[in-house]
């Protein structure tokens, strides 16, 4: 879901389960689509990315899966482990610039 | 291949400075992009640069304002600080401006405004 001021969403598993991330974008003409993770102190790193003629997109361990009917957007991360912990941020390329959701917290507790 | 450096990397300033960040971008890159990150507003774009010209801007005040040199590193210049303007300033770079590109993401110049 969306956040709201300093309140992330938070998503907290157990280390070994699989962990799926939510994302709404907000532009029907967006035709690119990526995954960052961002751990404390660092900038946000690149995971997996997809292109609107698809409608999945499997990496190591993750898995991308786009629902343009509904403009949804998911992560798939299978046995999470603890260094997966980190903020998740979708982001959604349209006419020119890449734009950011809000970020989803991803606990993983050993 | 080295990443994306930013200078400094962390920084205090007070209201009414003015301060510039630096971001070297991978080599071989020719577009670098900026971003603003706080806890209420996320990442919000603030411009991009190609080949020495601004090709996009975000929706920021005239204070913040950027350029590109030639070997296309390139810096960012806020003036007249607000306290607002504390944030983690993101650099970012690509071999394309357009199209399916992957943005590549320095570690944050840190600024803080008293």
């Known amino acids: 879901g969306e956040s709201v001021g300093l309140h992330l969403p938070t998503l907290s598993v157990q280390e070994g389960d699989n962990s799926i991330i939510n994302c709404a974008y907000s532009n029907s003409a967006s035709d690119y689509f990526i995954w960052y993770k961002q751990e404390s102190g660092k900038g946000p790193q690149f995971i997996i990315d997809?292109?609107?003629?698809?409608d999945k997109r499997q990496g190591q361990r993750v898995t991308v899966l786009l629902n343009k009917t509904v403009k949804h957007l998911s992560l798939q991360i299978a046995a999470t482990q603890p260094g997966d912990s980190a903020v998740y941020f979708c982001a959604e390329k349209g006419y020119s610039t890449l734009t950011f959701g809000k970020g989803t917290m991803l606990l993983v507790s050993p | 291949k080295a990443g994306v450096t930013q200078t400094p990397r962390y920084l205090i300033k007070t209201r009414g400075q003015q301060v510039t960040l630096s971001c070297s971008p991978i080599s071989g890159h020719r577009s670098v992009s900026w971003y603003q990150q706080t806890p209420g507003q996320g990442l919000q774009f603030l411009f991009e640069?190609?080949?020495?010209?601004?090709?996009n801007k975000g929706n920021f005040p005239g204070r913040f304002s950027g350029r590109q040199f030639s070997n296309s590193r390139s810096e960012m210049n806020v003036s007249t600080l607000e306290l607002g303007d504390s944030a983690l300033y993101l650099c970012a770079s690509s071999d394309r401006v357009s199209g399916a590109n992957v943005l590549t993401f320095g570690a944050g110049s840190r600024l803080t405004v008293l």
């Open positions: 640069y190609f080949s020495e010209t601004q090709r």
């Open positions: 997809i292109r609107s003629n698809m």
